[in-house]
T-cell receptor, first 115, second 109 residues
């Protein structure tokens, strides 16, 4: 099993450009989520999904879109990148959610720089 | 508001010394709490959760509802414990995980 995979590993964008961060998992997990990690701020939840066709907003959703057409994939879209979106992005998945019985499995991260 | 506070950005100790990484939470219900760890060049991974009440890699964490704390402890630190540690809270029935800002633990030889 590859677990949770993310592509690309690194990306540099110019302000206003759009891009999609890819996330996939091969563990048949229902729950998937996106976080951004910024110095001094820890991980903050951007969007999450409890199953195919279902998404919801996290703590910092503005500027990001998601969709969940399959169980395996959960792409994160930046429609018009801004320097404030410079961050490290982590995708995570778990069996059914965030309860005490669920362990979150994290991807390796994507380091995004917006100039 | 639901919040997790880790007051120390950096904790430095010598090998063999006791370690306590502090975590306080703000939540009115019964909390579901976790410690996640990120070793250098590795993925973020679960270290332990409050329901398991077990010791992982020598670490333990006890939920203290009166003090709203979930501090992570280890009696004798090892160099391989050097990592970034995050405390996280999952409010009941929200499907959200709230992380603290993290504490970097440095264990010197």
């Amino acid at each position: 099993n590859a677990g949770v995979t993310q592509t690309p590993k690194f990306q540099v964008l110019k302000t206003g450009q759009s891009m999609t961060l890819q996330c996939a998992q091969d563990m048949n997990h229902e729950y998937m989520s996106w976080y951004r990690q910024d110095p001094g701020m820890g991980l903050r939840l951007i969007h999450y999904s409890v199953g195919a066709g279902i998404t919801d907003q996290g703590e910092v959703p503005n500027g990001y879109n998601v969709s969940r057409s399959t169980t395996e994939d959960f792409p994160l879209r930046l429609l018009s990148a801004a320097p404030s979106q410079t961050s490290v992005y982590f995708c995570a998945s778990s069996t059914t959610g965030t309860s005490a019985y669920n362990e979150q499995f994290f991807g390796p991260g994507t380091r995004l720089t917006v100039l | 508001a639901q919040r997790v506070t880790q007051p120390e950005k950096l904790l430095s100790v010598f090998k063999g010394a006791p370690v306590e990484l502090k975590c306080n939470y703000s939540y009115s219900g019964s909390p579901e709490l976790f410690w996640y760890v990120q070793y250098s060049r590795q993925r973020l991974q679960l270290l332990l959760r409050h329901i398991s009440r077990e010791s992982i890699k020598g670490f333990t964490a006890d939920l203290n509802k009166g003090e709203t704390s979930f501090h992570l402890k280890k009696p004798f630190a090892q160099e391989e414990d050097s990592a970034m540690y995050y405390c996280a809270l999952s409010p009941i029935s929200t499907d959200k995980l709230i992380f603290g800002t993290g504490t970097r633990l440095q264990v010197f030889p």
